[in-house]
């Protein structure tokens, strides 16, 4: 028996955290986890320091981190509490472990992210914004480490899985033509657009076939999700705009394909759960068992195939002009829909004008190089502040329309 993989988990306390933890949970002698990180869900991180006894656990909360001590001292646990932001970076950059799953969500996840590609770990990589943003400096870092980058997000490991197994960053050298991306298309893939305006919140996060956190659960009903996807993979697999093309697959059961020179189209199936990209990553390259039923095709009896429809859903054409602008042009798009997904989850922006905030970011955003973290912050900062600002000029309009619309 190879020894113990030791790991590290940013975001332990969500749906990619905890679907990780469910898979370690089944190999007891093969990874022992040696940090686990949380915003500030304090009861959620205190159960999982007691079952799975990390060298430390981080709160990013202060108030949270006091009492997660306080609570772990009375239960005889010998867990560290370590609390803040630099803490998150200490530890994915930890000695002790090999292994670092990015699962923190957004662009707070970056620095720690970072850090994690720096110190050289195997990075298993869930958290897109941090790619996204900071593409070209993060694949850098790559390079210079010798970290390996494993994808978790389904498409991009479904991609991973199917391209040639010494594939070097070169597609034309592969034989490849396109990368294909499937995405379900949401709660909302047949709803007329004229309906989009009153979607609630429970409504967005509903999604037919996954369960996730309420982010990216927006972010697949508008469909900015796979924007995201398309500027991830084309940092991955060294693929240009265009040979990456997103089709429509309500089942989710491929989870992306790869087509190649010769007419060949091999693609990666599987039930719709996170824990088997999760199990593939996190041993890989040997396969273990990842507590997923398996693929019931027949049961299952048809899958459907069509083409996205980007004028209902122009967050995906939005993402392609951001990358084909490079520099900073993925931050900003990045931030004004962080923003933007926020405001509709507490009500203070309707759910069709989350395109708009972000086309508008764009357009009045100058975008520039993205040679260092510093750069995709400062980007970051910037189109946070439009957005914002955005936000205050359109209440007005909000009300005087909500009112139309009552009277
Ligand atoms: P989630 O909201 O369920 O969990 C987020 C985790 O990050 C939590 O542990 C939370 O405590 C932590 N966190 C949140 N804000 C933080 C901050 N400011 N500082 C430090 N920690 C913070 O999110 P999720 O659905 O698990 O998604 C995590 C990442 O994985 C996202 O980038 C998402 O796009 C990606 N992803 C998720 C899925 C999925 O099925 N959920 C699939 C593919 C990719
Ligand atoms: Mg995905």
């Known amino acids: 028996m190879d020894t113990a993989r030791n790991i590290v988990i940013l975001g332990s306390t969500g749906?990619?955290?905890?679907?990780?933890?469910?898979?370690?949970?089944?190999h007891p002698l093969r990874f022992k986890v040696v940090a686990l990180t949380a915003?500030?869900?304090?009861?959620?991180?205190?159960?999982?320091?007691?079952?799975?006894?990390?060298?430390?656990?981080?709160?990013?909360?202060?108030?949270?981190?006091e009492q997660l001590s306080v609570r772990l001292k009375a239960a005889g646990s010998s867990t560290e509490v370590l609390c803040g932001e630099q803490a998150l970076e200490r530890v994915a950059a930890l000695e002790q472990a090999d292994t670092v799953m990015a699962a923190i969500v957004g662009i707070a996840g970056l620095r720690a992210t970072y850090a994690a590609v720096r110190a050289g770990k195997?990075?298993?990589?869930?958290?897109?914004?941090?790619?996204?943003?900071?593409?070209?400096?993060?694949?850098?870092?790559?390079?210079?480490?010798?970290?390996?980058?494993?994808?978790?997000?389904?498409?991009?490991?479904?991609?991973f899985q199917v391209l040639p197994a010494n594939f070097n960053g070169d597609l034309g050298r592969s034989?490849?033509?396109?990368?294909?991306?499937?995405?379900?298309?949401?709660?909302?893939?047949d709803m007329p657009s004229e309906k989009f305006a009153t979607i609630t919140p429970d409504q967005a996060c509903a999604h037919p076939n996954w369960v996730m956190g309420r982010k990216i659960s927006v972010d697949s009903a508008t469909m900015m999700n796979k924007g995201l996807e398309i500027i991830e993979a084309s940092w991955l697999f060294n693929a240009d705009e265009k040979s990456i093309e997103v089709v429509i697959h309500p089942e989710s059961v491929i989870h992306s394909l790869v087509e190649y020179l010769d007419g060949?189209?091999?693609?990666?199936?599987?039930?719709?759960?996170?824990r088997t990209p999760i199990a593939y990553a996190l041993d890989y390259p040997r396969r273990i068992d990842s507590g997923v039923?398996?693929?019931?095709?027949?049961?299952?009896?048809?899958?459907?195939?069509?083409?996205?429809?980007?004028?209902?859903?122009?967050?995906?054409?939005?993402?392609?002009?951001?990358?084909?602008?490079?520099?900073?042009?993925p931050a900003v798009l990045n931030a004004a829909n962080e923003i933007a997904v926020a405001a509709f989850l507490t009500s203070n922006l309707p759910?069709?004008?989350?395109?708009?905030?972000?086309?508008?970011?764009?357009?009045?955003?100058?975008?520039?190089?993205?040679?260092?973290?510093?750069?995709?912050?400062?980007?970051?900062?910037?189109?946070?502040d439009f957005a914002t600002q955005w936000l205050t000029d359109q209440k007005l309009g909000f009300r005087n329309r909500s009112m139309q619309v009552h009277a």
């Open 15 to 26: 749906s990619v955290g905890a679907s990780t933890l469910d898979v370690i949970a089944l």
């Open 39 to 65: 915003f500030g869900q304090v009861d959620a991180l205190f159960d999982q320091c007691i079952k799975f006894t990390p060298l430390y656990a981080v709160m990013v909360a202060e108030s949270g981190a």
């Open 122 to 159: 195997r990075v298993l990589l869930a958290n897109k914004e941090a790619l996204v943003t900071a593409g070209p400096v993060f694949m850098g870092a790559v390079r210079s480490s010798g970290a390996l980058l494993l994808p978790i997000d389904s498409e991009h490991n479904a991609v």
């Open 175 to 189: 034989g490849v033509r396109r990368i294909l991306l499937t995405a379900s298309g949401g709660p909302f893939r």
């Open 264 to 274: 060949s189209v091999l693609a990666q199936l599987g039930n719709p759960d996170m």
């Open 293 to 329: 039923s398996f693929l019931d095709l027949a049961a299952i009896g048809g899958l459907h195939f069509s083409l996205p429809d980007c004028a209902r859903f122009p967050c995906l054409k939005l993402a392609r002009e951001a990358l084909r602008a490079g520099g900073s042009a």
């Open 351 to 384: 759910f069709d004008r989350i395109p708009d905030l972000i086309e508008d970011a764009l357009e009045s955003a100058a975008f520039g190089p993205v040679e260092s973290i510093n750069d995709v912050f400062r980007a970051d900062r910037t189109a946070r």
